[in-house]
């Protein structure tokens, strides 16, 4: 039996330490902090957890994608930061504590978030480089990349930006949801896959995994942000609905946005059965992420 | 006899309609117009000229390392967009044109610029994806994640920021100069040398002479700054030392700053005879890079 909250305890600490060792050694001391206190701001780390636990399903080491992991999670953090710029959705906190321009400044945090976009690719590159991993470190570059671009997490920032304080249908709020977050969700599952020598068609399966995953997960996360408290949050309660956000259920209301994760938490599990590996790892790890309380 | 003037001219088209090809194909219009419209802006090709001249050095043709000269390009977009923003040098104008967020506005130019950056890596891992090319693409993603990064061309704008009302000696300019222009214009260079096979001890060659063109050129491009006319410049003259940048003709007068250009110069195309390699390309660029009008 797997105890979802132990592995990722376990992978987060794992993570966190191979984070540090990650940063660049040398650069402008103002730079590299901004960066080091961003990465350092008490993420949940689901993404890199997701990357090593894909990786875990195919009888991989997290030694072996631990660089798969850490660029991830730089690239989810380089979003974060430049998310909460003035220009953007101008957030005084995050994660409880003061967002990257509130302490450096807009320009090192613009430049901050640009370091770690940089960096992971550099991380990658560094995988690429071990024996044997070149071909797999590219299709994980391209992955990343799309996944982070225009087609990915970066269209759907500007889709969010452009849908503030307009009304949305339900399938709108859908596309902006699985830019913004799945994408990045998918990337993480599958580019832990890709490094731990997943077929083709196990990747497909995956793929629908994560990405059913990732909708319930960004559902939760409004319910959380109407239901939860500032303190267990870690951000103004509301937050997302004083921007005019669309949401989940800003739209149909906390009842049915509730069912809605429920329904794509069920789907992305039971996709699973097709795996011919061990899938109880996954399916106890998306259980926990969908059915959290902050 | 290499003309020069028509080397630049004839790869100069082919890097825009390769540039024009290697965008992406969807994603939100603004996003993609911002992306477009800033490579558009008529820029030298200073740098992707660079990348396809070292790979003809070594008798590999354009159609071979277009995408790494593309790539290369799009990152010194990326960093001119971000440059410009209000929180950095806030720019109104670049090469004559409204810069990218007087146009878009912020946000919209911040994410054009985070989709360049991260576009150039997917464009990299496209051509890693090509025949024996997925080694050679994670060493061109490495020197290019290394030279755009906190140690290279960030760290230069971080070092600029932070030089701004102060007086610098020549070696804090020196080391300015080298991160924020040296060190892209190397990695231009060595990743085309890199996708055409050249040895390790080619590559020091081809290092000493980017690096020593590149502080020639940014001192004539400072030279300019203060002798040219806005018309011929395409951006307000002096408009560096309105900021208060420390620049070498700033401390040490033109006629000092325009010897040690020459000097480099110099450097660089003497420092190729090493090279058993035809030589004459790289040296008629360097001398209409360096003695250039505009």
């Known amino acids: 039996m797997i105890d979802p909250d132990r592995y990722i305890e376990m992978k987060r600490k794992r993570i966190n330490r191979a984070l540090q060792n990650a940063l660049p050694a040398a650069g402008p001391p103002v730079v590299i902090k901004a960066m080091r206190s961003s990465l350092e701001a008490g993420g949940k780390r689901l993404r890199p957890v997701l990357t090593l636990a894909a990786a875990d399903t195919f009888g991989v080491d997290e030694h072996e994608v631990i660089e798969v992991a850490c660029a991830i999670e730089m690239v989810h953090t380089y979003s974060l930061i430049h998310d909460d710029l003035p220009a953007m959705d101008d957030s005084a906190l995050r994660r409880g504590k003061p967002t990257c321009h509130r302490v450096f400044g807009e320009a090192v945090a613009i430049l901050a978030g640009d370091a770690l976009l940089t960096h992971a690719f550099e991380v990658l590159a560094r995988y690429g480089r071990k024996e044997f991993c070149a071909q797999k470190a590219v299709r994980i570059i391209d992955e990343l990349a799309k996944a982070a671009g225009v087609k990915g997490m970066l269209g759907g920032q500007i889709l969010d930006l452009e849908a503030e304080g307009k009304e949305l ?109 061990p899938t109880e790892l996954l399916c106890s790890l998306a259980d926990r992420i969908v059915f959290r309380k902050k």
């Open 169 to 277: 249908t339900a399938e709108q709020i859908e596309k902006i949801y699985i830019l913004k977050t799945g994408t990045m969700l998918k990337a993480a599952v599958r580019c832990g896959a890709i490094a731990a020598g997943a077929s083709e068609s196990e990747l497909v399966i995956l793929t629908r995994f994560a990405s059913s995953l990732g909708t319930a997960f960004q559902i939760v996360d409004d319910l959380l942000d109407i239901e939860g408290t500032a303190e267990e949050l870690g951000k103004p309660v509301g937050s997302d609905s004083t921007h005019g956000k669309a949401t989940y259920p800003a739209v149909f209301g906390c009842r049915e946005a509730s069912l809605k994760a429920e329904q794509f938490y069920r789907q992305a599990v039971e996709g699973l059965d097709e795996l011919e590996r």
